[in-house]
């Protein structure tokens, strides 16, 4: 079992930077992927970066460059810093702990929320 729970998220203008925390307790070696997602009224939750347990990263195409994923040295906190946030940007945003291969392979395949582990969600909003 493994719980998430995110902080950090709130209301910021366009070009302005956010931190998202993310805090699991539980057995945290049970699933290779940890990542960040995020989901609008109306559209179904996408994933926007994701960390490996082989650190290697991956982000979809319209935050690359802008948000970094990183986890502390224990790896119990996940972290995502997001720059130069748009109002495209705005969305409840989700912490999750997931089986996949790589990071490179979970940032483009389907979002199954009833699997894995997920957080409650926080939300951002960017306002132009």
């Known amino acids: 079992q493994m719980k998430l729970v995110e902080s950090g998220g709130g209301s910021v203008q366009a070009g302005g930077s956010l931190r998202l925390s993310c805090a699991a307790s539980g057995d945290t070696s049970s699933m290779h992927c940890m990542g960040w997602y995020r989901q609008t009224p109306g559209k179904e939750r996408e994933a926007v970066a994701i960390?490996?347990?082989?650190?290697?990263?991956s982000y979809r195409d319209s935050v690359q460059g802008r948000f970094t994923i990183y986890q502390d040295n224990t790896k119990t906190t996940l972290y995502l810093q997001m720059n130069s946030l748009k109002p495209d940007d705005t969305a409840m945003y989700f912490c999750a702990a997931v089986l996949c291969p790589s990071a490179a392979v979970a940032i483009t395949a389907p979002v199954y929320t009833n699997f894995g582990y997920w957080g409650q969600g926080t939300q951002v909003t960017v306002s132009s």
């Open positions: 960390i490996d347990s082989d650190g290697s990263t």
